[in-house]
């Protein structure tokens, strides 16, 4: 694939930018940094001789000397020699000793060998992690030196998670195995394994066939008139569970799995329909976005099934902790249904929020008998948790303080900030996903610290997580760049002291943490690398005002004559004034090499016209969104940054004056949405065709209509169609508005590009 090319080509300019960077001499630069680090008198040279020392009969030492010779086979290219017994005399010793702290280590390198302690398993660990990270500061193979120094370090939270939906989207066993492994080395400890969903079953439960048979697979939406698409999905095997938890234990990662209940429960009433209300479910609902209003019923064989699955997820991950859901759970089946109203009357319950908190009541007993923890999403709050409960705070922080203020243990997973399927940037790298940006600043800037709690209820927050619900990141080369590296912020901020928070010096650090996770086969998103061009021009002039911006708060270097951008190149002030028609390159530089994320452009008069999706703004930001074009069903698709609830651009500014022409290139979508009543709101002006206009009008949305495409063109086009239209003569720029005319929400139009043509 073209996209797969494209994330291949700027991993490697990373690398080689990293490659150029000089030998540390300095302290290594780690991540998360350590809560205290001090220098040391000299170095430690490691090569393939240098022995990795094990205590005789430590399984958990050995494990972490073995994790730790894996890591440095993968990156530098040699496999240390493990041996039983013995000091740390020219050599690396792991070692018991206490530490402090659950998770802590200490770790000491001297001019004659490393030793590292803790006085758990995890620490070891950790320790092995630490001391790979300062072997790894440059991309050189071979042996290395490593400065003396002293650490002792030891997480600010017990809980440093990130969550994978695995129910939306399927991702190979192998993909699972390898976010543990960058997982590890970020020292974060919890996967959240989102396993079910209206979507899609994941696991293999054998006493119920139908779930894996049937509901492991669906046939994605598509507009009308679009190809057929194959059929997607894919489940895992008990096995294969238990091969991927066995790896994530000797990694110190340990997997929460999720059974989503009462709701989202579309899945399970698709296999066996005597689970649900009765209400029959039209054909390909399983395809659609949104909340589902298919509840499970309270009859005792549909708990007797919850019970079942439960008792092999029990079976299959050895957590102190299953996650039972409780989030987004719709009552409307359960108000029309004679039988749910008659049993909560027979059991004195007068509230469908306080019938769920029955349901999980009894669901969450089950678990405790059999000495597990259950977790649920902060919803289960308004029905009555059980004091057992922990509660995953998604729906702002508010879910976390008030479970803390009752005695409630909590993680904080708000969103939009810590849902990673959430925008990074907005420029044409970005791959489909919900439209808020939740940039990698923003997620370092997280405080896992809720005002308003005293000590003794700070002391319920667990922790943070950051969650990747995967309806719009349909590959696993998406996921990882949603996932990182914004994991390596939650990792920062979720392990480290709250005094070493510095974004800058984070982004110092994050550079070669990329990079040597590249040898673990991460591709992680460069948008905080990326340099974006902002223009302001009116028609006629000579020149055009531009601002270049960056997230990573690196210098950007320019060129204006074609040639290519290095670090001797000027560095970017304080905006530029360029003559139309000029060629600008522009990168940010990290100790002496360019990062990925440069940007190569003709600033004539046809890129100083024209806007994509996403330099257009939405009039009303209800729910913004990126979604993917349904054609072709094979190769690159085209996605588009809509609001589904008001499909509505705002083009600012334009530069209206002199052009004869518009041009907007569009596409259409299924609108596989479940919003329940929301879709009655949502209307268009009536059309002038069967087939609709798009309108553009001047000034507001209510302003003079200045051209009309109609949108016939298109229609037998599944993929992007580019429509041209005359335009009324304007002058000067104008603030446009382009919406489209439709009878119905079905199909969803959607807008690429919008182009002014003289």
């Known amino acids: 694939m073209i996209r797969a090319r494209r994330l291949t080509l700027l991993a490697s300019l990373m690398l080689s930018g990293i490659a150029t960077a000089p030998a540390m001499a300095e302290l290594p630069r780690l991540l998360p940094v350590p809560a205290q680090m001090r220098e040391g008198q000299g170095s430690f040279q490691i090569t393939s001789v240098t022995p990795v020392r094990v205590p005789a009969g430590d399984v958990a030492a050995r494990n972490a000397a073995e994790r730790f010779a894996d890591l440095v086979a993968r990156s530098r290219g040699f496999r240390p020699r493990i041996e039983t017994g013995g000091d740390a005399s020219n050599a690396i010793a792991f070692r018991r000793a206490k530490t402090g702290a659950a998770e802590s280590y200490t770790l000491d390198v001297t001019g004659k060998g490393v030793t590292i302690a803790a006085g758990d398993d995890a620490g070891l660990l950790y320790g092995a992690v630490t001391l790979w990270q300062a072997m790894t500061q440059d991309q050189a193979a071979g042996p290395v030196s490593v400065a003396a120094m002293h650490i002792a370090d030891a997480p600010r939270f017990q809980w440093r998670g990130l969550m994978l939906d695995s129910a939306r989207h399927f991702q190979s066993p192998a993909y699972v195995r390898q976010l543990i492994d960058w997982m590890a080395v970020n020292k974060l400890n919890r996967l959240h394994w989102h396993l079910v969903d209206d979507q899609g079953w994941r696991i293999e439960i054998p006493k119920y066939p139908r779930l894996t048979e049937i509901s ?24 294969e569970i238990r091969e991927i938890v066995a790896y994530a234990a000797a990694r110190g990662v340990m997997i929460v799995p999720e059974i989503e209940m009462p709701g989202h429960a579309l899945a399970a009433i698709r296999a066996y329909p005597k689970l649900g209300m009765g209400v029959p479910i039209p054909p390909g609902t399983e395809s659609d976005w949104g909340v589902f209003p298919w509840l499970y019923n309270a009859d005792d064989a549909t708990f007797g099934f919850l019970e079942d699955v439960l008792t092999d997820v029990m079976a299959l991950f050895p957590s102190a902790y299953i996650h039972i859901g409780g989030d987004e759970a719709v009552k409307d089946q359960w108000k029309s249904s004679p039988a749910m ?29 059999h ?18 409960a922990t509660i995953t705070s998604w729906r702002g922080i508010e879910g976390a303080v008030t479970a803390a203020k009752s005695g409630h243990d909590a993680i904080l997973s708000p969103a939009p900030i810590l849902y990673f399927d959430n925008r990074q940037g907005f420029g044409p790298l970005e791959p489909p996903g919900r439209g808020h940006l939740s940039d990698l600043h923003s997620v370092y800037d997280f405080n896992p610290e809720p005002e308003g709690l005293s000590g003794a209820e700070q002391q319920h927050i667990l922790g943070l997580q950051g ?11 998406r996921a990882q760049w949603q996932q990182f590296p914004r994991g390596s912020a939650v990792a920062e901020i979720g392990w480290s002291p709250v005094t070493s928070h510095d974004f800058a010096s984070f982004m110092d650090r994050l550079v070669p943490q990329m990079t040597r996770m590249g040898t673990l086969g991460l591709k992680p998103a460069i948008s905080a690398l990326t340099v974006t061009a902002k223009t302001d021009y009116a028609p006629g002039d000579k020149n055009t005002r531009v601002t270049l911006e960056s997230q990573s708060g690196f210098p950007i270097h320019y060129t204006l004559d074609g040639s290519a951008v290095t670090p001797r190149a000027p560095v970017y002030k304080d905006g530029l004034s360029l003559p139309v028609g000029t060629r600008l390159r522009a990168g940010t ?33 209800k729910v913004v969104l990126s979604l993917e074009d349904d054609a072709p069903a094979q190769g690159e698709r085209a996605h588009f940054l809509t609001d589904i609830l008001q499909p509505c651009w705002l083009y600012a500014d334009a530069p ?16 596989n949405f479940q919003i329940g009543k929301d879709r009655d709101a949502i209307h268009f002006r009536a059309p002038a065709t069967p087939a609709g206009e798009v309108e553009v009008r001047a000034g507001s949305c209510e302003g003079e209509r200045i051209a009309v495409l109609p949108l016939a063109p298109a229609v037998g086009n599944p993929e992007v169609t580019r429509l041209v239209a005359p335009i009324a003569p304007r002058s000067g720029k104008e603030n446009l508005c382009i919406t489209y005319t439709a009878k119905d929400v079905e199909p969803l139009w959607a807008i690429k590009q919008v182009e002014l043509i003289p």
């Not at 994605?220 to 999905?233: D, E, I, R, S």
């Not at 990747?468 to 080369?477: A, G, P, Q, S």
Request: hydrophobic share 40%; glycine share 14%; charged share 20%.
């Open 216 to 239: 492991a697979w669906r046939v994605p939406a598509g507009a009308p008139g679009g190809p057929p698409l194959p059929k997607v999905g894919g489940f895992y095997t008990q096995a």
């Open 467 to 477: 969650n990747l619900f995967t309806e719009h990141v349909r590959t696993e080369e």
């Open 656 to 671: 209206v004056g002199g052009a004869s022409r518009i041009a907007i290139d569009v596409g259409q979508l299924p609108f």
């Open 341 to 369: 109203q008659a049993k909560m009357k027979a059991l004195g319950i007068s509230s469908e929020d306080a019938m769920q908190g029955w349901f999980m009541h009894r669901i969450d007993d089950f678990l405790t008998k």
């Open 589 to 621: 530089a990290w100790h002496g090499g360019m990062m990925p994320g440069a940007i190569d452009i003709g600033l004539d008069a046809s890129f100083l016209r024209r806007r994509t999706d996403e330099q257009l703004a939405s009039c009303a930001n």
């Open 371 to 388: 000495g597990r923890k259950p977790i649920g999403w902060d919803e289960i709050l308004e029905g009555g948790a059980s004091p057992h």
